[in-house]
């Protein structure tokens, strides 16, 4: 009995290391993810500060925007809804925690239903619908995912779980 001991002792004991390196290491990468959202969304918003800016003194001076403004607008939100799409996809792969997500997303809906100022005459609604209306993005989950969040009564918790990995939703509750 001793013997088997000796045996099975450090298999477990290896085993056990394993598991815990992998979920150290899982929860550092998830860290690092946010952490890096957060770095682009910092670069994001301050290209959107200039941009807001450059907004207000136009409308100061009643001088209306031109094609330039309109695609400076525009290149602020396609970056915008990209860093989003990542992070979705980094959401549904569980590198980000649902509470966390959900706050995101609560503001996605907040800045779609106009709250937010237009940004060189181009506002968040016009911008997703020419953004998400390009062939290869129409029927993308990320498009019909954040369609929901802007447009559903459902509480945004309750899409994001919808939307989350099989397995959180599994052994997770809402």
Same mark, same amino acid.
């Given at each position: 009995?001793?013997?088997?001991?000796?045996?099975?002792?450090?298999?477990?004991?290896?085993?056990?290391?394993?598991?815990?390196?992998?979920?150290?290491?899982? *929860?550092?990468? %998830?860290?690092?993810?946010?952490?890096?959202?957060?770095?682009?969304?910092?670069?994001?918003?301050?290209?959107?500060?200039?941009?807001?800016?450059?907004?207000?003194?136009? !409308?100061?001076?009643?001088?209306?925007? &031109?094609?330039?403004?309109?695609?400076?607008?525009?290149?602020?939100?396609?970056?915008?809804?990209?860093?989003?799409? &990542?992070?979705?996809?980094?959401?549904?792969?569980?590198?980000?925690?649902?509470?966390?997500?959900?706050?995101?997303?609560?503001?996605?809906?907040?800045?779609?239903?106009?709250? !937010?100022? &237009?940004?060189?005459?181009?506002?968040?609604?016009?911008?997703?619908?020419?953004?998400?209306?390009?062939?290869?993005? !129409?029927?993308?989950?990320?498009?019909?995912?954040?369609?929901?969040?802007?447009? *559903?009564?459902?509480?945004?918790?309750?899409?994001?779980?919808?939307?989350?990995?099989?397995?959180?939703? %599994?052994?997770?509750?809402?």
């Amino acid at each position: 009995m001793l013997e088997i001991l000796r045996i099975i002792g450090p298999f477990f004991t290896g085993l056990s290391v394993v598991f815990v390196a992998l979920y150290f290491t899982r *929860s550092t990468k %998830r860290t690092d993810i946010v952490h890096a959202f957060d770095v682009r969304l910092d670069t994001i918003m301050n290209f959107h500060h200039e941009l807001v800016k450059r907004t207000i003194t136009k !409308e100061n001076s009643n001088v209306s925007f &031109d094609v330039i403004d309109a695609a400076d607008g525009h290149h602020y939100y396609r970056r915008f809804f990209r860093l989003q799409r &990542d992070q979705f996809l980094a959401f549904q792969s569980g590198y980000i925690d649902t509470n966390i997500y959900v706050e995101w997303m609560t503001w996605r809906r907040h800045e779609y239903l106009g709250t !937010e100022p &237009d940004v060189l005459g181009v506002t968040y609604a016009g911008a997703w619908t020419a953004w998400s209306g390009r062939p290869p993005l !129409e029927r993308h989950i990320f498009v019909v995912f954040l369609d929901k969040v802007h447009n *559903s009564t459902k509480p945004v918790k309750d899409i994001v779980h919808e939307y989350s990995p099989s397995w959180y939703r %599994r052994i997770l509750p809402r």
